[in-house]
């Protein structure tokens, strides 16, 4: 029986924004530059090839020999290059227009630099809706990509995947099955052995198997007598291990490829999807998994679970949706509504919401290219000088209740119920969230507030004896507590939250007061503590700050000494944080962002200052990772029952 094989050899590659230059001339150096290089040198060979828009403009700015070689492939139709979102956005977390927008952004960018509109695209990580049909069709995309394992979400058995026509509101793009069998292959051995299987299997005994997961007979080819094969594998086989030359696994790769030209149609999917008759139709739920959003195999988290799981992506997918209000709201300024969305595209990539093989969410540098973004789109929606300081109540976070909004000319504060803690803190004129932190717990606010034995000690924090329950000493961490609204003074842009007495917790009987009010660049917090117990209450009273900084060290961070009438005791410096006493008065110099800020109470107080880092998995190596610095201003209190403890902290931002 003559079968003919068509094989579609595809390649993915994407670096997010907030990687360091190192890492993309890395991946060029072993990924991209050999595979191309490699296969001009087999014009038998035609891939499609699919790069994030993050990554071709710096190869564009880094590289623009490469960008030559490309437009020779694209000119020969060696190559096909593919579409998408500019920035690898998770499509389903964007509103339609954002989808569009992404779209077309990188549609015109390939157009551009190679003279060709792509025809197909490929979704970032795979992730499916059904309604994506509609702007991809918009869009001009005829076909995209989907895993084997979305097709029997679908309900399609294993011998029946192949190309396929899907549908949405009257709009349709046919979908080509990738398989992951073959990509786990090509990365497990030679690809002369995984092809001359593939077609021995496929000549001779069509209906064969092979074993699947639990022994379970899967077939290997299930097209029938002409049939299609997608392939994007991530890895290629080395013989000798990690250390061998990337030009000399690419070129034992190709060379394999080569050797099957006369029983294998090497094709793109560019020159098939205009021809495929009789598709079946099928409808594609929405993908539950998701190559690619973890770092690890696919199938470890959904796209929405990434918000669920990560509250600092919940956090980044807020902000994106509220300054997506903002830039609609905008009216009359079309070249500047154009550049606030612009300005936006670049918070969506799926980087900011999923760990990723670069880090993801859990990454520091990664978040605060988001954020920078994300500022910069909302600054660019209000009128300059004529913008009204204002206090909100809002569902910020998407949570069903409202949180507390203070925007003002300088800085954005936002506050929750939860601990009437600071979420958010923003200094606008250079567009940075000194609250973007990351932990690997709950997620870390500005000025959530302990009450702890006095016998805690500044090494006991180090050791972590504020972040869980301890038998050593008495704790009650009101950061986790729920606050009650008091009132909201829009008059005086101030706040007042209570949180009552709570029978049975440590220092249960203490009632805490606390209100916000925000002037300029200046946060005002009061606190009055009341005891309703019949028994003397000592603690040490301690009102948590995390400052995200560019990074720690000198070299990204400086404390100013405070001035002489304030250091009335000593400064003792740890490896992993400082001990401050008797001073009343903090100042963090941001190098980078060339701020100064300062942390000042209305009495003096001990200062325990620490760094915050987390475990980070970038290609696949482990790393701990700043996040923040946490200031800890430490205020001995003794309150006697029915009287009350009274202090102010003053928050300055100046740049």
């Known amino acids: 029986m003559n079968h003919t094989l068509r094989f579609i050899l595809g390649s993915h590659y994407h670096i997010p924004a907030g990687a360091g230059d190192d890492e993309f001339e890395e991946a060029y150096k072993t990924n991209l530059k050999p595979f191309v290089s490699t296969l001009y040198k087999y014009p038998a060979i035609q891939a499609t090839l699919h790069y994030s828009g993050v990554l071709l403009y710096w190869l564009e700015k880094a590289h623009p020999e490469f960008f030559m070689l490309l437009e020779d492939l694209v000119s020969r139709k060696q190559v096909e290059l593919l579409g998408g979102g500019f920035y690898e956005p998770l499509m389903p977390l964007l509103p339609l227009s954002d989808k569009i927008g992404q779209i077309e952004l990188l549609t015109t960018y390939l157009r551009k630099q190679f003279g060709k509109r792509p025809q197909g695209c490929r979704l970032p990580a795979l992730a ?3 309604h994506i049909v509609s702007p991809l069709s918009t869009c001009g995309m005829g076909y995209t990509f989907l895993e084997e394992r979305q097709f029997n979400l679908a309900g399609v058995s294993p011998g029946a995947i192949g190309p396929c026509i899907t549908e949405d509101q009257g709009k349709l793009i046919t979908v080509f099955p990738v398989s992951n069998r073959l990509n786990e292959a090509f990365a497990r051995k030679r690809a002369s052995l995984v092809l001359e299987d593939l077609v021995q299997k496929m000549l001779f005994e069509p209906e064969a198997t092979i074993p699947g997961p639990g ?7 299930p097209m029938g007598g002409e049939g299609i094969v997608c392939v994007f594998p991530e890895q290629i086989f080395t013989e000798n291990g990690p250390s061998e030359a990337a030009e000399l696994k690419f070129h034992r790769f190709f060379e394999d490829l080569s050797s099957f030209e006369t029983r294998i149609e090497f094709t793109s999917p560019g020159k098939l999807f205009k021809g495929l008759r009789g598709l079946k139709k099928i409808y594609f739920p929405v993908s539950q998994e998701a190559g690619g959003l973890s770092g690890e195999p696919a199938g470890t988290s959904g796209v929405q679970q990434c918000l669920i799981d990560y ?5 980044i997918y807020a902000k994106m949706m509220f300054t997506h209000v903002l830039i609609n709201q905008l009216r009359g300024d079309k070249s500047r509504k154009r550049i606030a969305r612009e300005e936006l595209w670049k918070a969506q ?3 900011a919401f999923c760990p990723g093989a670069y880090g993801g969410v859990c990454r520091h540098s990664i978040r605060k290219v988001a954020y920078k973004a994300l500022l910069a789109a909302e600054k660019l929606t209000r ?3 004529s913008f009204i300081p204002s206090v909100l109540n809002f569902d910020f976070d998407l949570d069903g209740e409202g949180e507390y909004l203070f925007r003002n000319e300088y800085i954005n504060c936002y506050i929750q119920l939860e601990g009437a803690a600071v979420f958010e803190l923003d200094y606008l004129p250079k567009v940075w969230n000194y609250l973007d932190t990351f932990s690997e717990g709950s997620r870390r606010t500005g000025f959530a507030d302990h009450l702890v034995s006095p016998e805690l000690t500044f090494q006991d ?3 972590g004896a504020l972040q869980g329950p301890q038998d050593r000493f008495s704790h009650r961490y009101c950061g986790a507590e729920r606050f009650e609204l008091v009132r909201m003074d829009k008059e005086h842009e101030q706040v007042h939250f209570r949180l009552p007495v709570q029978a049975g917790l440590p220092y249960g009987n203490v009632e805490i007061e606390k209100s916000y009010q925000v002037k300029k660049d200046a ?9 309703r117990g019949t028994q003397t209450e000592t603690a040490l009273f301690i009102p948590s700050l995390d400052l995200s900084f560019p990074g720690e060290g000198e070299s990204f961070v400086r404390l100013a000494p405070a001035r002489s009438e304030d250091a009335t005791g000593a400064k003792e410096k740890k490896t992993e944080g400082m001990l401050m006493t008797g001073v009343g008065e903090l100042t963090f110099q941001d190098l980078k962002n060339e701020v100064f800020i300062t942390l000042r109470s209305d009495q003096p107080f ?5 760094p915050i880092r987390t475990c980070c998995r970038v290609q696949g190596v482990l790393r701990r990772m700043y996040q923040s610095t946490c200031i800890m201003p430490i205020k001995p209190v003794r309150i006697e029952p029915g009287k009350r403890f009274e202090t102010e902290v003053c928050l300055t931002i100046c740049g």
């Open 311 to 315: 509250p600092e992506a919940n956090h």
């Open 215 to 221: 022994h379970r007979a899967l077939p290997l080819f």
């Open 461 to 463: 924090a180090l050791a």
């Open 606 to 610: 001990d200062a325990w200052i620490m």
């Open 523 to 531: 946060l005002r917090v009061r606190y009055v503590l009341t005891n």
């Open 383 to 385: 009128e300059q000088g």
């Open 128 to 130: 499916w809706e059904p």
């Open 349 to 351: 990539g799926l980087d």
